[in-house]
Each structure stands twice: as structure tokens, then as C-alpha cells.
């Protein structure tokens, strides 16, 4: 979380003179000061998420997901997509069982879970493809009171080709010697999802553990 962030964002320069420009959260006019990155950020009044764009701010519906058995210390943003993934895999030689693993894995439709928030480019490989292989079943819940949350610094779109990089990785991991790789995403709309973590060193440990 001290890290800034290894994955390229492009952002305009009429976005980084907007950010200049005083803010208010749409919902009950209080001052906002989002950081360079941040593209959603909670209102530390009223807790709405407030989508920063370029045609303006909005607010976002949010999606929490339970803790389990312990409470949660923060809140970390991701984009949900629900899609599916359609993969020409040639291999060379040697066994089938990768081939078969990931007619497996795309075979049917899945949930995407992207890490938003600012971390390094490995750590967010590393839970974006745990994410994907585990499928964890999320329930969403209604927390007593709306939760502050770690600011997303990645835009839907950047999610996506953060979700193409994460796809390769899991490719690239399987045992069987990869020739060629080519995929499309089909995907529904982006969802901004909350999930539960507490602080555990220089990182968040995510409360459900994917373990
Ligand atoms: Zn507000």
C-alpha cells in the first residue's frame, strides 16, 4: 500500500487540471481531495462512492461482501465483470493436461474479480488470478453503516487490460510449452464491489481469506 503503482495509467492532462479544481460530493456537497489517481473515492461524510470522470462526478452503486467471523479494518475496491473468455491455446508437444485445464477454466462463464486500489503490478496478478482459478462464491451484504474504502486508481478499462495480463499469467503458469495465445473477453458491465481486509505488514490480507 506504500508502493505507488506499477501499472501504467494513462491520464490526460485536462484530468490532472480537473483534479485542481475544487470538488464537492454530489450527494451532500462535501469538499472532496482525491489524489492524483484516484479515480473513485469515498465522501468522508456520507460514504457515497464518487466516480471522478472527465464529463464530471457521479456516484456509484457499491456491492460489499461479508467478512467472515472477524471485522474489517478497510474496505478494498474492485471491479467485478461477469463474462466469459473465448482461448485459442496451441501447444507444442508433451502432455494434454494443460490444454484440458483451460478448456476447463473458460469452458463456462466466470466471475472477474480486479484489484482497483493502488498496488504493485505483481501482488495484483498474483489476486487477480487467485480470484479467478478460486471462483469464490461472494455474497453480498449490507454492512450497518456504509464503509470508507481504499480509493480505486483504475478506471474499468484499465481493469480490463489489467484482467488480459492476469489471463496470460494464468496461461503462461500452466506445465505444457505455450506456442500461441490468443483470447477475447466477453463481458457484462463493470460492478464497483467492496471487500473486507485487515492491515498485515507492507499489504491487506482479504477477510473471506482465499485460501
Ligand atoms: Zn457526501
Redesign the pocket.
Same mark, same amino acid.
Given at each position: 500500500m506504500k508502493n505507488r503503482p506499477t501499472f501504467p495509467v494513462l491520464r490526460t492532462n485536462f484530468w490532472q487540471i480537473m483534479k485542481l479544481l475544487p470538488l464537492? =460530493? %454530489?450527494? =451532500?456537497?462535501?469538499w472532496?481531495q482525491p489524489q492524483q489517481l484516484d479515480v473513485v473515492l469515498p =465522501? %468522508?461524510? =456520507?460514504?457515497?462512492a464518487?466516480y471522478l470522470q472527465e464529463n464530471g462526478l457521479g456516484t456509484l452503486p457499491v456491492t460489499c461482501v461479508a467478512p467472515q467471523n472477524e471485522s474489517a479494518t478497510t474496505w478494498l475496491p474492485f471491479w467485478r465483470f461477469y463474462g466469459r473468455v473465448h482461448m485459442q491455446r496451441d501447444t507444442q508437444g508433451g502432455g494434454r493436461g494443460g490444454q484440458r485445464e483451460a478448456a476447463q477454466l473458460w469452458g463456462k462463464p466466470r466471475h472477474f474479480f480486479v484489484p482497483a486500489w493502488e498496488l504493485p503490478i505483481r501482488r495484483a496478478r498474483e489476486m487477480g488470478s487467485r480470484l479467478v482459478s478460486r471462483q469464490p462464491n461472494f455474497q453480498p451484504f449490507t454492512p450497518p453503516e456504509a464503509p470508507l474504502f481504499q480509493p480505486a486508481t483504475l478506471t474499468p478499462a484499465d481493469a480490463q487490460k489489467l484482467l488480459e495480463l492476469i489471463i496470460l499469467t494464468i496461461e503462461a503458469q500452466r506445465s505444457d510449452w505455450l506456442k500461441n495465445l490468443q483470447f477475447r473477453l466477453e463481458l457484462g458491465a463493470p460492478e464497483f464491489w467492496l471487500l473486507p481486509a485487515r492491515p498485515q505488514r507492507d499489504d491487506w490480507e482479504l477477510l473471506p481469506a482465499l485460501a
Open positions: 464537492r =460530493c %454530489p450527494q =451532500c456537497d462535501t472532496l =465522501c %468522508p461524510t =456520507c460514504k457515497t464518487v
